[in-house]
């Protein structure tokens, strides 16, 4: 497909990595229901992998077995973390072939590039690789998916004028940061005239739903429209974007999804002030400055996981209530090891470098937590 017509597909990407599960199973009559809403309302962009567990043979099952296969895209991606030889490519190709049910892939991406990975995909000619299976037939547009620096993006973009496109982590939260560099590797793949799939517009569910009092200014400009609503506009409406992805668990997220897309508007400038409000009230929200050094484990009669209770606990001040702090915080705070369980020894505040008065932090998160 060429630029033109890449940029043609209906803009909303069903992600399939976090599929609606029943008894640690994936649900596939929910995901019947999911398919049948989205393809229904226009929708053909699928996007797995083959480390999202189960999900390409629930593509299998609710969409390539029920639906003829010039009514959809399929993505599928080569984790290099898993190569140990270059026959391994073709290994890992064949089982998604199997997974999938599917003879080739509408779109095929290099999984995750990040500096620390590169090297494997160097090292079994994955470029390549990805070029030659373009030319059999079996991949249609080749591409890969990146979680780095907006100067690698740009090497590997010199190096491999090639590819047919590039998935980033864009966000309105993520747009200045220093971490992620929505903004700044967006630029760069405008730079290379590469359409964009974008991933996490959500942030993994962090912008689906806000603190109550940022929640009310966004209602208070558009009453009729969600929180998440937002975010996808956000990256929706952004030049050169092919898709957007949404890994959607509920029929509630994908409809919701759907309507935001199909009646996709600008922002307002109304709103366009509001969001800037709601980013700065986000990134100046006061937290605790724990730097995830870990000085003050070992040393804990308890063995709590302190830094991991305060990066959970900064993320509920920093976003409001999710139920995903909850589960992270049951992770990482066993019986016995819960914020509450501090003994207020005072060992981890004699240690802290950042000098951090954790017995009181800890009694607050054991407040929102225990
Ligand atoms: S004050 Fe609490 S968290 Fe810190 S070392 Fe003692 S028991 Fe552990
Ligand atoms: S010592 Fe202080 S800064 Fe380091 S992980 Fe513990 S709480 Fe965080």
Redesign the pocket.
Known sequence: MNREDLLKIPKLGFGLMRLPKKNGEIDINRVNTMVDAYMKNGFTYFDTAYVYQGSEVALRKSLVERYPRDSFFVADKMPGWVLNSKEDLLKVFDEQRKRTGLDYFDFYLLHSIEKSNLDKYNKYDCWEWGLKMKEKGLIRNFGFSFHDTPELLDQLLTEHPEVDFVQLQINYIDWDSNTVHSGKCYEVARRHNKPIIIMEPVKGGNLASLRPEIEKKMKAVTPDKSIASWAMRFCATLDGVMVVLSGMSTEEQMNDNINTIKNLVPFSDAEKACLKEVIDDILNTPTVGCTGCRY?VD??????K?PDIIKTYNSYLTYGDHEQYHSAYKEAAGDGHR?G?????????SICPQHLE??DI?KKASKVFD
């Open positions: 003050c040393g804990c009669p308890n063995q709590i302190i914020a369980d501090c003994i207020a020894c005072g060992q981890c505040e954790i017995t800890l």
